[in-house]
């Protein structure tokens, strides 16, 4: 019989690894990547094959922990593309190729 796995042993959060995003533990995979191939469209199941070495369990634990903290996915993900838009403002203004 397999061991059972805590839910909650899934997710974990380092401030050392990706600047302490949550991540799927073991790994080095954002809550937030996951959540951006899933806003893209793609079921878990897909996740699970663009990441073979995640399970599907894995990858739904990410999506609970997004659904469970919505908030704080929501605001690093536009903090994330507000910081893309300055970029790419200064690199036109500065006259450097995007």
Same mark, same amino acid.
Not at 10 to 24: H, K, V
């Given at each position: 019989?397999?061991?059972?796995?805590? *839910?909650?042993?899934? %997710?974990?959060?380092?401030?050392? *690894?990706?600047?302490?995003?949550?991540? *799927?533990?073991?790994?080095?995979?954002?809550?937030?990547? %996951?959540?951006?191939?899933?806003?893209?469209?793609?079921?878990?199941?897909? %996740?699970?094959?663009? %990441?073979?070495?995640?399970?599907?369990?894995? @990858?739904?634990?990410?999506?609970?922990?997004?659904?469970?903290?919505?908030?704080?996915?929501?605001?690093?993900?536009?903090?994330?593309?507000?910081? @893309?838009?300055?970029?790419?403002?200064?690199?036109?203004?500065?006259?450097?190729?995007?």
């Amino acid at each position: 019989m397999a061991a059972t796995i805590e *839910i909650g042993s899934l %997710i974990t959060c380092s401030p050392e *690894i990706r600047g302490g995003r949550p991540r *799927i533990a073991g790994t080095g995979v954002t809550v937030r990547r %996951i959540v951006t191939w899933y806003q893209l469209g793609l079921t878990p199941e897909e %996740i699970t094959r663009e %990441i073979p070495h995640l399970s599907l369990a894995q @990858v739904h634990a990410a999506l609970a922990y997004y659904h469970a903290n919505r908030e704080e996915i929501e605001a690093d993900l536009a903090a994330e593309e507000a910081e @893309v838009q300055r970029l790419e403002q200064e690199n036109r203004a500065s006259g450097k190729a995007p």
